[in-house]
């Protein structure tokens, strides 16, 4: 049975920072994602990585801010998140699928990923 299972999220100050983490069970990810969802907002894709050479992709918005990373002996893969802003207040869910690549805008798309976690809430006040 496929798992996913995030935790890290909690509430900060704007310029704070908070580390999310993922762990999957029941199977090896070629690909891991992060999304973030606000109320009344799409859901937008934050992060990605492949697992077969560790390459990254990111979406504008948080770029030079957030980190992805995996470990895959863990099967975890973590979202450092730095300099929050108040925009960055949203679910966060971890997701995981079969794409090994090569395309990088693939790891923003939800339709890459075949398993989702259950979200972790990140609030940033002012």
């Known amino acids: 049975q496929v798992q996913l299972v995030e935790s890290g999220g909690d509430s900060v100050q704007a310029g704070g920072s908070l580390r999310l983490s993922c762990t999957a069970s029941?199977?090896?990810?070629?690909?891991m994602g992060w999304f973030r969802q606000a109320p009344g907002k799409e859901r937008e894709g934050v992060a990605g990585?492949?697992?077969?050479?560790?390459?990254?992709y990111y979406a504008d918005s948080v770029k030079g801010r957030f980190t992805i990373s995996r470990d895959n002996a863990k099967n975890t893969v973590y979202l450092q998140m730095n300099s929050l802003k108040p925009e960055d207040t949203a679910m966060y869910y971890c997701?995981?699928?079969?794409?090994?690549?090569?395309?990088?805008?693939?790891?923003?798309?939800?339709?890459?990923?075949?398993?989702w976690g259950q979200g972790t809430q990140v609030t940033v006040s002012s």
């Open positions: 997701a995981a699928g079969n794409v090994a690549g090569p395309f990088l805008y693939k790891l923003l798309l939800s339709t890459t990923y075949s398993y």
């Open positions: 990585i492949y697992s077969s050479n560790s390459t990254t």
């Open positions: 029941g199977f090896r990810p070629a690909s």
